[in-house]
């Protein structure tokens, strides 16, 4: 299909190839789809990008989504036309990705073992809902209302809740959304019903809400919003992107995530593939991923820690047997992902696959953090003047932990994503209050 966008099936030796205004997630052998574009842009965009900057009156050059619009151009519109761009775009007034850059944190760096010159962190936690997940529903919506979607779904653990029902409000649409009963910290549920979103409780955890999501939007008329949906994924390029331009595209040594349902380094790594191809980059970072010990499904396989096979993308031929054995023994043996940070307390991550092919494109890594090591960073980020939410802490906690081990050298350049901000108002209350933790400061009486 020779066309400016299209959707294609992840997989090799499957290519399906659909037209645009397709919203099923998955092609019919029940592979992942990309949104997948014809045209190379030329890197003279990268000049219109830093123009932008200066928004001159336009939401759309605002944004921090819409600013690299014609990297994102699957409405195939004039992205130049300003009447085009509010007809389909869809915007939180320009608010998504605004704020959202690298920083220097010194007390981060001198806790993490690095130098404080090459080690940048990213709060994507200044997105208007708290979170990066503003970033993929401006661009899932979008799809959403291009075709004529009056109701989106979602499953949660918190953030997409609330980005999901602040989108679906200020868009007039319906917003459904699964969460696992009592797995959902409350100021993330407290948005989702301050925004109208109707609360639908599974008796299970976020993998059983996905499933009964994806069910319902399948069966009845609705739009999933999950990070399975390719049109999202599109949306959180922009996160690397902005981390590449104020970089000035000298790409870093590498890109450190936290991990959950994968969405984030499978968008990373559709990014990197695609400015590598367009040649707008010549190295390619390397992409670290980091999951909390309760939920350490990636790393787990990938480490080889079952069944001594360490799973690859295998250039799109990955064992999905090994996949399946090890979710098996996860259910015979009753295990259940199980961390405070419930942001990535996912035992199925739903993008495992994309999250390998990004993993394989960047020659990347994939640890386990515990949950005292991600309050830690929580807490050192807090202390250089940054919120950051628990899982937001994996990031910080796993790049200490891979200088540690010698696979981040101490003058490498470092981008750390912190996904969202504190939502659990006692996280911090209860670990500054005990006096053992390693950055506490407890009330004095």
């Not at 043996?333 to 307390?345: F, L, V």
């Not at 199925?348 to 494109?361: V, W």
Request: one cysteine or more; glycine letters at 10%; a negative charge.
């Amino acid at each position: 299909m020779q066309r400016g966008s299209y959707l294609k099936c992840i997989s090799p030796s499957c290519g399906l190839e659909y037209e645009i205004g397709r919203t099923d997630v998955y092609c019919e052998r029940g592979h992942l789809l990309d949104v997948a574009y014809s045209d190379s842009p030329s890197t003279d965009l990268k000049d219109v990008f830093y123009e932008r900057r200066n928004p001159q009156d336009s939401i759309f050059n605002e944004s921090g989504v819409w600013r690299f619009r014609e990297l994102l151009n699957f409405c195939q519109i004039d992205m130049t036309d300003d009447a085009q761009c509010s007809k389909y775009l869809v915007s939180l007034d320009g608010a998504e990705g605004r704020q959202s850059k690298p920083y220097h944190m010194s007390k981060v760096a001198e806790f993490a073992g690095v130098s404080g010159d090459s080690l940048w962190l990213q709060p994507e936690g200044y997105n208007p809902s708290g979170s990066f997940k503003d970033n993929g529903m401006a661009t899932a919506v979008t799809h959403a209302k291009m075709v004529g979607v009056k109701k989106i779904i979602c499953a949660s653990t918190g953030n997409t809740s609330a980005s999901a029902g602040m989108f679906a409000a200020n868009e007039g649409m319906d917003c459904d959304v699964y969460i696992p009963a009592g797995q959902i910290a409350p100021g993330k549920l407290s948005q989702a019903y301050q925004f109208g979103a109707q609360i639908v409780q599974v008796d299970g955890n976020f993998d059983d809400a996905l499933r009964q999501s994806l069910d319902e939007a399948q069966n009845h008329q609705g739009y999933t919003v999950n990070s399975v949906n390719p049109f999202r994924i599109e949306g959180q390029k922009t996160i690397p992107f902005r981390a590449l331009e104020y970089l000035g595209w000298d790409a870093p040594d590498w890109l450190v995530y936290p991990g959950g349902a994968l969405g984030n380094i499978s968008s990373c790594g559709k990014a990197l593939m695609e400015l590598h191809r367009w040649g707008w980059i010549k190295k390619i970072p390397r992409i670290a991923v980091i999951n909390a010990e309760g939920a350490g499904t990636m790393s787990d396989l990938y480490n080889g820690e079952f069944e001594g096979e360490s799973l690859r993308w295998n250039k799109g031929h990955p064992n999905e047997d090994l996949i399946q054995r090890y979710y098996a023994g996860l259910e015979k043996d009753g295990i259940r992902p199980k961390t405070g940070a419930t942001a990535i307390q996912i035992g199925r991550p739903a993008n495992i696959l994309k999250g390998l092919r990004a993993l394989e494109f960047t020659d990347g890594v994939a640890t386990t953090v515990s949950d005292s090591e991600m309050l830690d960073g929580m807490s050192i980020a807090g202390l250089n003047g940054f919120d950051c939410e628990m899982a937001s802490g994996a990031s910080i906690a796993g790049i200490k932990k891979l200088v540690n081990k010698g696979i981040i050298k101490k003058d490498d350049t470092v981008v750390g994503i912190l996904t969202g901000r504190q939502k659990d108002a006692m996280l911090p209350v209860d670990y500054h209050s005990d006096p053992k933790n390693r950055f506490a400061r407890p009330p004095r009486a």
